[in-house]
């Protein structure tokens, strides 16, 4: 069994210049430009501008991960997607971003692609202190033909718009049984307008419910116990965490098309809608796609200048579908009108 405690502290963080330079910046600098004042980036390309990792190790002498997807994604109103067709309908929109930007667009694999239902519900104290703190917990059921497949999948994330602070957070459970991390640097829309990019990093483990053996799993002993990462926010003994808003939630998700960013750079595009079980109430869409790479010399500057100005234009051909300022699992959160704080 792994085990995680405490980061050792790093040093000052850096930056790496487009001519490759290293440029020390503060801490504000969190995405994949340069900061203003205001936290917003620069309206400047990000490209060649990604703040690296300061090097360091968890307690056990891992050392800190740096990011290997780079998922863009654009929050769509759900009024529109009432059938499959429709959507495949957000596809015509793809189209003339791509021929514009020099992206290959391929949708021929996946007018026959099955449509996949997920169920995931959302887990957190009644004050909301995991998602306060950029901690995100779920489930996820997928079901095939009506019925569940495979064990439940649990979902655990620390998400931050500060990359080394996210870097430093250990999400590893402490299981019996495997588990995967995966590390991502996300890419949306500013909050306020179209035609610029926010980032926010994050750091993910996901694993088999049947990994976890404790059947208490609704009480903060037994998470925090299962995820160190969270034992800083028990406040007290026996305190329990539940469903958040009580909503059990419903992802429609088709697989519509193959982006080719060129240099191997390919990504998986899909559309999603979440709607509340029961009484189907459409809750937010999405458009998603991420690029999953070993290492970040294979983002090449070629293709991530093409993949830059494919996602700002597709903002515009987009515009009538966009919902701004707003995630998925912050629309869960707000879902009865009681925000909790966002690092989002």
């Not at 000052?12 to 001519?19: D, E, L």
């Not at 991960?65 to 009024?79: S, W």
């Not at 035609?195 to 009480?219: A, H, W």
């Amino acid at each position: 069994m792994q085990k995680s405690h405490a980061p050792v502290k790093p040093a000052k963080k850096k930056s790496i210049k487009p001519n490759g330079k290293v440029n020390p910046t503060s801490a504000k600098a969190t995405s994949l430009g340069t900061a203003t004042d205001n936290g917003e980036p620069e309206n400047k390309s990000w490209v060649g501008r990604i703040p690296h990792i300061e090097p360091g190790v968890y307690a056990d002498g891992l050392p800190y991960p740096d990011f290997n997807y780079l998922a863009f994604k654009l929050i769509l109103k759900p009024n529109r997607f009432i059938s499959r067709d429709s959507m495949f309908d957000f596809a015509k929109v793809i189209k003339a971003p791509a021929a514009e930007h020099g992206v290959s667009y391929n949708i021929s694999n996946y007018i026959d692609a099955p449509t996949k239902i997920r169920e995931i519900i959302f887990i957190d104290t009644d004050d909301f202190r995991l998602y306060n703190n950029s901690f995100i917990l779920r489930r996820r059921i997928t079901y095939v033909n009506g019925f569940p497949e495979g064990d439940p999948e649990i979902v655990f994330k620390f998400r931050n718009a500060d990359l080394q602070k996210t870097a430093e957070t250990d999400v590893r459970p402490q299981i019996q049984g495997d588990y995967q991390v995966k590390f991502k640097c996300q890419v949306l829309p500013l909050k306020e307008k179209l035609g610029g990019i926010r980032i926010l990093y994050s750091n993910n483990v996901q694993f088999p419910r049947k990994n976890v053996t404790q059947s208490d799993v609704l009480s903060f002993d037994v998470i925090s116990e299962v995820f160190p990462a969270l034992q800083s926010l028990k406040q007290k003994e026996g305190e329990r965490i539940n469903l958040v808003n009580g909503a059990i939630v419903e992802e429609v998700l088709q697989d519509i098309c193959m982006l080719d960013f060129g240099d191997g750079l390919t990504a998986k595009a899909n559309v999603g809608i979440w709607r509340t079980r029961g009484e189907h109430r459409p809750l937010i869409g999405e458009f998603a796609y991420q690029i999953k790479f070993r290492d970040r010399k294979q983002l090449t500057r070629e293709a991530m200048q093409r993949a830059e100005a494919f996602f700002l234009s597709l903002q515009y051909s987009a515009k009538d579908w966009m919902a701004l300022n707003a995630t998925k699992t912050g629309i869960v959160y707000r879902l009865l009108g009681n925000p909790p704080k966002s690092n989002e």
